[in-house]
């Protein structure tokens, strides 16, 4: 099951975080994860958010570039060997993993990662007939 | 002005021009001039339509105020014109090409027969000669050699001076303080921000340019200022000549400055100079500022009827200390259009359009920002994210940003530091937006 994250380009100065923070936490959205990818020049915010439609006219309204791309939101066992669990699954394929990050929210010894594959429909059918168990939006 | 200096620089054979009496001198430039205008008149169709539209012929240059009837060249022109449609010699006489930054992706390309390459070599070694140059002497050339007209035009100079020229080009400094120091460069020659930066490097490296054997330097390709020159000349212990020139007219040696340091000293001979309002094309009186229009009168390959050089200058009136009898113009500082010169290199603000255009297909809003690092110029360009050029990959960002780069120093000729931006950082102007922040102090 995919997940849609936003996208934001933010310039890498103090501050720069705040503005798209607000905008989400006046219309009354959480930010549910978030990964900062940064350059020495500019950073990427990625956001998973609980209604990404309406996030998305939110910040694109307050002047922002957002872009939405599909990930996955992997669940792991919340124990040493998890993340080697879905890496060997992807073992001998041409999938990439372009960046991942934890999801902070956990349930019973499981933990979610969301992974950005280059070929995320591919990803998809491989962690499934590796038995791995996907989370979809709403679940999240 | 420092006339004690006088005594230590006696005249040079090949200046004896320079001193030519004013009425012979305007004889000579009157006869030039009518065969000039014939020459182009008869082998450049653009100049012939543009001359019958007046209604005009060559004979109807009777005296050197006639020239004012003439139609101006301009940049656009070389443009429109290019590559080579303004050449009044067929290519087989054509022996070199050079070229330089035109308003958009194409540069504009100048051409020279042997006898062009000749004269070029008298007016340059005139030029340096003015400046002390001579025999005995060594000259460290940092000007690039290539399809820019600096290089190559000192290098031919000199030599016909009979000087030793180390041809060392542009670049890679610390070679250049080693070289200077080691081959004992008596003069040098470079863009006034060159040296600035050399200056630099030489005093991180522990060197003291006071201490070699350097005695001056002539210096151009972009304007600089007396502040420069006072910088320049303390650091270093020269006197540092400004030497004027451009590619479409000839390379470097339209005008140079004597030991007096006051005024460029035009070569009249080979080169007719006005002084016109910008606005208007009106032809203005001495002292006046205004744009410095040239005509060329001895050149073969590519003559130029009243060439807009853009640059804001004026003529001088009253006789040099120097005794030459050439006419002077003041030191160029600025120029009539968006022009920008960055390390000597000519930059239009159409050109990163272009690029950003060709890249992009639209125009997204970016702006021009003019730095000087350790005395080298630094151009940032900031471009404003689109959702076009956005993606959540790093590497895609990068990637982009290193292709905008690329493309820009293809056109430009320079290397530019590009920076994305937030959209609607990059402030919003109402009518002609401001693109060019200039915040190099001169």
């Not at chain 2, 009425?23 to 000579?28: A, F, I, P, Q, V």
């Not at chain 2, 610390?174 to 070289?179: A, G, H, K, N």
């Amino acid at each position: 099951m995919k997940i849609t994250q936003l996208c934001i380009f933010a310039e890498n100065k103090p501050g720069h975080m705040m503005a798209p923070c607000r905008l989400l936490a006046e219309a009354g959205l959480n930010i549910r994860a978030l990964l900062l990818a940064d350059t020495q020049r500019f950073g990427i915010m990625r956001l998973i958010v609980s209604d990404w439609q309406k996030a998305v006219k939110v910040l694109e309204a307050g002047g922002f570039v957002v872009k939405t791309m599909d990930v996955l939101a992997v669940e792991v066992p919340d124990q040493p060997g998890g993340l080697a669990i879905v890496l060997a699954a992807l073992e001998n394929t041409a999938i990439n993993i372009e960046y991942m990050y934890a999801f902070p929210f956990g349930r019973q010894g499981k933990a979610v990662l969301i992974f950005r594959f280059d070929d995320t429909d591919a990803a998809m059918q491989r962690l499934r007939s590796a038995g791995i168990n996907l989370i979809g939006g709403e679940e999240l | 002005m420092t006339t004690s200096k006088t005594a230590v620089i006696p005249p040079h054979p090949v200046s004896a021009l320079d001193y030519m009496p004013q009425t012979e001198l305007k004889r000579l430039q009157l006869h030039r001039l009518q065969a000039v205008v014939k020459r182009t008149w008869e082998r450049v169709p653009l100049f012939r339509t543009r001359l019958n539209e007046r209604g005009l012929a060559p004979e109807d240059i009777q005296s050197l105020s006639d020239a004012a009837k003439l139609p101006f060249t301009v940049k656009t022109d070389l443009r429109d014109t290019y590559p080579f449609g303004l050449f009044a010699s067929p290519m087989e006489d054509v022996v070199r090409l050079h070229a330089s930054s035109g308003t958009t992706g194409k540069p504009i390309v100048v051409a020279y027969t042997q006898a062009d390459l000749d004269t070029w070599a008298g007016i340059m070694a005139r030029a340096m000669a003015c400046c002390g140059l001579h025999k005995g002497d060594i000259l460290q050339n940092c000007f690039g050699y290539g399809l820019f007209t600096g290089g190559l035009g000192y290098h031919y100079g000199a030599e016909r001076l009979g000087a030793t020229v180390i041809p060392i080009s542009g670049g890679n400094t610390d070679r250049q303080i080693m070289i200077l120091s080691d081959f004992g460069a008596t003069a040098i020659c470079c863009t006034p921000t060159y040296l600035l930066h050399l200056i630099d490097r030489a005093e991180s490296l522990g060197v003291d340019l006071r201490k070699l054997r350097l005695r001056f330097g002539m210096f151009g390709a972009e304007p600089w200022t007396e502040s420069m020159r006072r910088r320049m000349e303390a650091a270093t212990g020269i006197k540092a000549y400004d030497l004027y020139g451009l590619s479409e007219i000839i390379g470097p040696g339209v005008s140079v400055e004597c030991y007096c340091q006051d005024g460029l000293h035009i070569l009249d001979d080979h080169f007719y100079a006005e002084i016109i309002d910008p606005e208007s094309g009106e032809v203005l009186p001495e002292e006046a500022e205004g744009e410095l229009v040239i005509t060329t009168l001895s050149k073969e390959a590519f003559p130029m009827i009243r060439y807009r050089t853009r640059d804001i200058t004026a003529l001088m009136s009253g006789p040099c200390p120097c005794g030459r009898t050439l006419s002077r113009m003041r030191r160029v500082y600025r120029r009539s259009d968006d022009m920008l010169i960055i390390r000597g290199v000519n930059v239009f603000p159409s050109q990163v359009e272009s690029v950003l255009l060709d890249m992009e297909g639209t125009l997204p809003h970016y702006q021009i920002i003019l730095t000087r690092e350790h005395g080298l110029d630094q151009m940032d360009v900031q471009v404003e994210v689109t959702a076009q050029m956005f993606s959540d990959s790093v590497r895609a960002i990068e990637a982009l940003r290193e292709r905008l780069a690329n493309a820009m120093e293809r056109v430009l000729q320079v290397r530019v530091r590009i920076t994305l931006v937030e959209p609607r950082t990059i402030q919003r102007s109402e009518g002609k937006a401001k693109r060019v922040f200039d915040r190099r102090s001169l």
